[in-house]
């Protein structure tokens, strides 16, 4: 019997099953999540401290750090991301190819070895 599954990806696969956008959307929300709190550390701010530069309640800062809860608006992105002194980049690609890992600007910044 001939393997069905030779040359398919993971991608493909959750396609198939008809999970591929909820679990990118939970994948897109750790990274983010993640890339806050870790910015929250570097910078050594506080949950409340940031719920204060945010202008909005320590809930709201607790769902946004919430890895689990896809239902973040581009408001309260961008209202992290200007308490922190940051941008938001955000970007479309083609399916099937996904953007490659800047690994040289993490290094620098002490999130990968």
């Known amino acids: 019997m001939k393997n069905q599954n030779i040359g398919s990806d993971f991608d493909d696969f959750l396609a ?3 999970m591929l956008e909820e679990v990118t959307a939970v994948a897109v929300k750790r ?3 993640w890339q806050i709190e870790q910015e929250m550390s570097a910078q050594k701010i506080t949950k409340t401290a940031m719920a204060k530069k945010m202008r909005t309640s320590r809930a709201s800062l607790n769902r946004l750090l919430d890895e689990n809860d896809t239902s ?3 408001t309260t992105l961008a209202g992290a991301a200007a308490a922190l002194g940051q941008r938001i980049k955000l970007e479309l690609t083609p399916v099937g190819r996904l953007p ?3 690994t040289d ?3 620098k910044r002490g999130q990968v070895t």
Do not use: F, S
Request: proline residues 0%; aromatic residues 0%; hydrophobic residues 40%.
């Open 72 to 74: 973040l608006t581009l």
């Open 31 to 33: 990274v983010i999540a």
């Open 16 to 18: 198939d099953e008809g």
């Open 100 to 102: 490659k890992c800047d």
């Open 105 to 107: 600007n993490l290094q």
